[in-house]
């Protein structure tokens, strides 16, 4: 087994020993430096390929401080002020963090600000309102008493947001604030590729510049009591300018409001259904950042140097999934690995050489502290990443921070030693090639290839109480058996669906970019195209509210695919009538069923039909299954309907036949391993392939299975930090036992 390679170190000053010999027991071919620290001369000697981080638009007050009003602007929406009188004051920074944050009173207040009366959606002539920049504050006269009023402002972005988070959490103290600064101004653009230009001279020893990242931080905003306020991993809320609004009025038209970049409070989220104002900008933006990418990957190269891009902290406007990402001659593409999703979401990157990891914990105090045990994040990150990296491999890993933390806790060190070698193993062993996927299933929402692997997310790898329902569809995904691709509703309509998809995936809350919004009401196509596909054979699966948009008397525009619909307070006077429950069928056959539960659901037997709700609803649950949070009020169309749970009065699980294809609901999945398994019945299930669902598959679900037929191997993971027992099936029926150890992994030839 190879014990070298394919790893990249963090190092620091004065830490040259320890980071050898670190190096050398992990098996880093490359060294790098983290943010606020340097690499010694005797690093830079141990004749490893050398990463040095840099930040193209931070680090550089000596020219910012100069030019304060080139920093990176972004709109702010105030709280609501209730007008009492006929005159209302609005304080501009009541909930933002003023050392972060200040108005920019520079570009004239009445073309790029906005006053609305939020009770009406008015916006407010400028004539009727004025700004005071002492106290931070407009005031509104001509008001309607009782109605609300927001100001929509233009603020400079005053310290970077990653390097403020680093400082705070790593307790900096008076260390200097770092300010961004806006390459959309022609000036500070000059002093960027001419700082560049000089760094690559001064650093003739750096084998790969990593770029971290590039221009536009994702919208990262902070309240007055230093927490975060805003956070959206897709938001290009921090990339205005007046400048740059100007040159997109010039360019597509049409002139933004403010409106179109606070909307209404929500930032453009990319939950939010994606209007043309905020498609328009996200190519505007787009065009300019890749062009000044490439450019700065031109000098790389020119240099002798790789250039590698972070994605993560300023990654906004480079679009890896968007068409020409490949065109900007980028070498590499690193990110953080939070889970298999998030693995996934660097693996699949097309247009670059190679895809590395950055594994976690990250080597900071709020990890390595006396008490803690950071070997068990390392291990649980890693199981989580390996699933997915027998999916679709990364060809590097690595680790960030400090590594005088991390060398202070020797099971942490040892942790990192064996998945190290275990990364490198399964490399040496497969060739890097990704193991074979046996369904196409394709994710259906409005975003589509765009934001693969980004669906259902909000910050990079943290789901909410909102969101951990769907995101844990994705992360069951990252690791199966299956080949996963991300369509929009658009693609649909233009292409319809891609003759090899086996399984269509879409769902969300009513409302939002993953289930759609009025794109059912507005255009019939896109329900004709799927109903004729799943008809002619075709796989549907809707998850939480699919297809949702209140038209024509029903909520679920496919609920005919489905098999089920939700009562939106409409429909009460029409009685729904639930068949009984079929316990026992090929998508719940890894269920386990507590038996007392299940003697109490078979005894209690149905509710007697009631006007407005019907019978067939068990009067006790049969559960077994976590749907997450709860979709309240589903129902069957019909008493054809296969319900496999509707516990509680409304269906968390149905099938449904609809001609020669299948539909299935489900109300939701969080991720673990049963559902996982679950899931992957749904799949075999919906798309008529349950006769090869036996091979190369485990009979744990706490255990996957990936096969590499090119290699003419298999291997067994156990996902778990607990001993597991499995039997594998492979083709032709047979089986063997397998007992693997905690986070253990076991190869097999063919």
Known sequence: MTTTGRFTLPSEE????????????????AIRNSDGTHLDEAVLALGKKIYSAYFPTRAHNEWITLHMDETPQVYLLTQRVLAESDTVSIDLMATFYEEQLTPNYDADPARYWEVIDRTTGAIVDPANWTVDAASHSVTVTGATPMHEYTVSFLAYIIWDPVEMYNHLTNDWGDKEHEIPFDIYHPATRKFVFDTFEQWLKDNPTTDVVRFTTFFYQFTLLFDQKHREKIVDWFGCSCTVSPAALDDFEKEYGYRLRP?????????????RVPRKAQRDWIDFLSGFVRRNVKQLADMSHAAGKEAMMFLGDQWIGTEPYKDGFGDLGLDAVVGSIGDGTTTRMIADIKGV????????????????????????????????????????????????????LAAKFPKFVDAVTHIADEFRDIHERTGGVAAEGELNVAILNS?????????????????????????????????????VRFISFDDVLEHGVDPDVDVVITGGPVDTAYSGGDVWAKDPRLAETLRAWVRGGGALVGVGEPSSQWFQGRFFQLADVLGVDEERFQTLSVDKYFPPVTPDHFITEDVPVDAAAREAWEQSGYRIPLSGCGGGQGKAPLGGIDFGEPIANTFPINEDVTLLRADGGQVQLAVNEYGKGRGVYVSGLPYSAANARLLERILFYASHNEDRYAAFSSSNPECEVAHFPEQGLYCVVNNTDQPQHTTVTVEGGSTEDFDLEPSGIAWREL
């Open 14 to 29: 004065n830490f040259a020993e320890k980071t050898k010999e670190l190096a050398a027991l992990w098996g880093a071919d």
């Open 447 to 483: 975003w589509g290839r765009m934001r693969s692997w980004m669906a259902y997310t909000v910050a990079h790898a943290l789901p909410n109480k909102q969101t951990y329902s769907y995101y844990g569809i994705l992360e069951a995904l990252s690791g199966m058996r299956v080949n």
């Open 353 to 404: 050489k190679y895809t590395e990891g950055r594994f976690l914990p990250y080597f900071f105090p709020d990890t390595f502290y006396e008490g803690n045990d950071p070997s068990i994040e390392a291990w649980d990150n890693w199981r989580k990443a390996r699933r997915a990296i027998l999916r679709s491999p990364i060809a590097r890993m690595g680790y960030g921070g400090y590594l005088s």
């Open 259 to 271: 409106e179109d970049f606070v909307d209404g409070g929500c930032y453009n989220s990319a939950w």
